[in-house]
């Protein structure tokens, strides 16, 4: 089944609203995997596996571009089957964390959303709205923009505070709901970090939010439902990837990430209700 994600036009949000009510599930799975790990050659095949595997229990897909530049020229082709093998119902994230000056954030945009045809992107804030401006002229997309992030040293820069007393986290969330004209923008908040979470919620109570780090991380899945999600329990895309692909280092590796992605799902419906 091909890709077909940007014939129509419709809004990224739309679209993952669409699927997670279909699907009932706020889950999504990375697609990052490592030649070293996975139990067969074949890169592409695996994900593909996977794909198939769990299609009807996730909310999104999300490929971190990293691992595919790691493979060269023969990587970005597995990127783009792998892009080709997922059913064009399902938003796809790209997560490239770009950002630079307004001439190549352009560039990278357009690769991004042209060439590759993603759904959504990651990117970050550092450099200020030009950087960001021309992924957001493409108001199909969605664009989750850098807020407080899920890795050990996120505090270096994101819980510094300027003169009125507000932590930069914070300062990117206001920002970024001033630049929502759209309703295209979102947040990446880290579930290793769940006040922060509850925070940038309430300052952004309509914003979907790219929750990364429940797995192997130690992020807690039930602050980040009760934070995360929406006044109607939506709107948070929770992300594993590791927990998922790596379910089984043997050849029962699609089966095992099944399971282990119906049993995610399942832990998200309990935590927020349903």
């Not at 596996?49 to 493979?71: G, H, Q």
């Not at 959303?113 to 950087?131: H, I, M, R």
Request: hydrophobic share 40%; charged share 25%; glycine share 8%.
């Amino acid at each position: 089944m091909g890709r077909a994600r940007n014939d129509v036009k419709k809004k990224f949000l739309e679209k993952l609203l669409d699927i997670s009510r279909s699907n009932n599930s706020l889950l999504c799975v990375g697609l990052d995997p490592d030649p070293q790990k996975i139990p067969v050659k074949d890169v592409f095949e695996f994900n593909r596996a996977i794909i198939d595997a769990t299609a009807d229990l996730v909310c999104a897909y999300k490929p971190n571009l990293a691992f595919y530049e790691a493979m060269g020229i023969r990587g970005l082709q597995i990127l783009k089957k792998t892009l080709a093998a997922i059913p064009g119902n399902i938003p796809v994230i790209g997560d490239a964390k770009r950002g630079d000056i307004g001439n190549t954030a352009a560039a990278y945009a357009k690769a991004l959303f042209e060439y590759y045809k993603f759904d959504a992107v990651t990117v970050s804030p550092y450099l200020g709205y030009d950087s960001i401006e021309p992924f957001l002229n493409y108001r199909h997309g969605g664009v989750f923009v850098l807020c407080r992030t899920s890795n050990r040293s996120a505090s270096d820069f994101q819980d510094l505070v300027d003169n009125f007393g507000m932590k930069f986290y914070q300062s990117v969330a206001l920002k970024a709901g001033q630049w929502n004209k759209d309703g295209n923008i979102g947040l990446v908040v880290g579930a290793t970090y769940p006040e922060e979470l509850k925070e940038v919620r309430k300052m952004c109570p309509e914003m979907p939010l790219l929750i990364p780090g429940i797995g192997a991380q130690g992020g807690d899945l039930e602050f980040s439902v009760k934070y995360g999600t929406d006044t109607r329990g939506e709107k948070a895309i929770i992300v594993a990837a590791r927990q998922v692909l790596y379910a089984s280092r043997g050849l029962d590796y699609a089966r095992a990430a099944r399971k282990v992605a119906r049993e995610l799902r399942e832990s998200i419906n309990r935590a927020r209700g349903c």
